[in-house]
């Protein structure tokens, strides 16, 4: 059972790379830090990966928006369209290229 409790505690210490003591509580302290920084560091990635997220999903709602923006001043010509942009509320001259 002893015998166990060490092999267990062996590959502890070799899987937690801040750990270079050999006494049990040293591994166990160590131990539980890395899986803390481990925690700390999903957290933060899975931060990104919502922020990458919500900047991908904005910039298809922007596309799309602008899409139908377009589509909606063409109906009927199908050459040169101004558009009103809505920030500024300047115009621009906008050509449109279809495939048919």
Known sequence: DRRKENEKFSVL????PTVNEVDKESILNNTIKYLQ???ERVEELESC??????VERQRKTTKSL???????????NY?????IDGNSGETQQVTVFRDE
Do not use: H, P, Q, Y
């Open 79 to 83: 050459d040169d369209n101004t558009k």
């Open 66 to 76: 602008n899409d139908s923006v377009l589509i909606e001043e063409t109906s009927g």
């Open 13 to 16: 210490r070799a899987m937690v």
């Open 49 to 54: 990966m919502g922020s990458v997220n919500f």
């Open 37 to 39: 920084e481990l925690e």
